[in-house]
């Protein structure tokens, strides 16, 4: 069984939005990311709606 946390949904937007802000700035990763996503809020939406 998992377990819950006390975690809004706000504190994972700004969790996930800081991750992809250093995921798009890293030099390996950022262009790799661009290759597959365009539209970088419609992505951290789909995350974030998934939890």
Do not use: N
């Amino acid at each position: 069984m998992l377990a819950r946390l006390d975690i809004t949904t706000d504190e994972i937007e700004r969790v996930t939005e800081a991750f992809y802000a250093k995921v798009r700035s890293h030099e390996t990763l950022g262009p790799v990311s661009a290759l597959h996503v365009k539209v970088w809020p419609i992505q951290e939406a789909k995350i974030t709606r998934s939890c």
